[in-house]
């Protein structure tokens, strides 16, 4: 049931641009726990964590823009081995794709979480191991 509830709320999501997004019940920092909690489980190494949230309320006037497009926004960047591999070698290619990321994000309209929608194919491997983690982090 929660499979068909999470499917429904990403559908009724799914409208921004090439991303995956859900809608998170919690606090931003709930969030980002529950994201890294749910890569690490997996056995995942997050690479890296880019604040991107902190970087365009902290260059906003130098860029001309008073404008607050987050109130926070965090990336987690990851690899898996395995699904790169398999991915890769169905099409060097797509190379292109990796490192993986899952944002987290917080405007006006509240907590969510995504990722960016990738092509059919071989990549649906990355997409479904990001839906898992998405899923995992959004179960409450």
Do not use: W
Not at 12 to 17: I, P, R, S, Y
Not at 83 to 98: G, K, L, T
């Amino acid at each position: 049931m929660k499979n068909l509830i999470f499917a429904a709320s990403m559908m009724a999501t799914a409208a921004t641009a090439e991303s995956i997004v859900v809608p998170f019940d919690g606090s931003f920092e709930d969030a980002t726990f529950a994201v890294e909690s749910a890569i690490v489980d997996r056995g995942l190494v997050i690479d890296y964590v880019s604040h991107v949230g902190e970087m365009l309320n902290r260059t906003g006037a130098d860029v001309g823009s008073g404008k607050q497009i987050f109130k926070a926004a965090d990336i987690f960047i990851f690899c898996s081995a395995v699904v790169s591999r398999e991915v890769m070698e169905a099409d060097p290619m797509n190379i292109a794709h990796c490192p993986y990321g899952i944002f987290v994000a917080e405007n006006d309209d509240g907590v969510m979480i995504g990722h960016r929608d990738y092509p059919d194919g071989a990549m649906q491997k990355v997409e479904d191991l990001l839906v898992g983690i998405v899923t995992d982090a959004t179960a409450n």
